[in-house]
């Protein structure tokens, strides 16, 4: 198994767990659960949902920039750098 498809792997599994986790927030929802119990499962999940984003961003760097920052093609390039600038603004907000 290569470096790319093991970080792919801990990724569904890490997304997975995220899915495990909202649907409990749900579940605590529908029982009428404390509202502080549930506002903090759901901080949990946006900190672990911000934990994968970085993974998924190291991995896009490592692989899919890299290749088209050391290839000579400036369009994708530059189109890439934009991607990049653009997924910062979103996630500034």
């Known amino acids: 198994m290569t470096s790319g498809k093991k970080s792919a792997d ?9 899915q495990s986790l909202i649907s409990k927030i749900i579940t605590m ?3 009428g659960r404390y ?4 506002m903090q499962q759901n901080l949990a999940v946006i900190g672990f949902l ?3 984003n970085q993974n998924l961003l190291e991995h896009h760097l ?3 920039f890299k290749s088209v920052m050391n290839s000579n093609n ?9 991607e990049i600038l ?8």
């Open 29 to 31: 929802k529908e029982e």
């Open 62 to 64: 490592n692989s899919c």
């Open 86 to 93: 653009q997924l910062n603004k979103l996630s500034n907000k």
């Open 50 to 52: 911000r934990s994968i």
């Open 10 to 18: 801990k990724t569904l599994i890490s997304l997975k767990k995220a």
């Open 74 to 82: 400036a369009s994708k390039q530059k189109q890439m750098i934009e």
């Open 35 to 38: 509202c502080i119990d549930i």
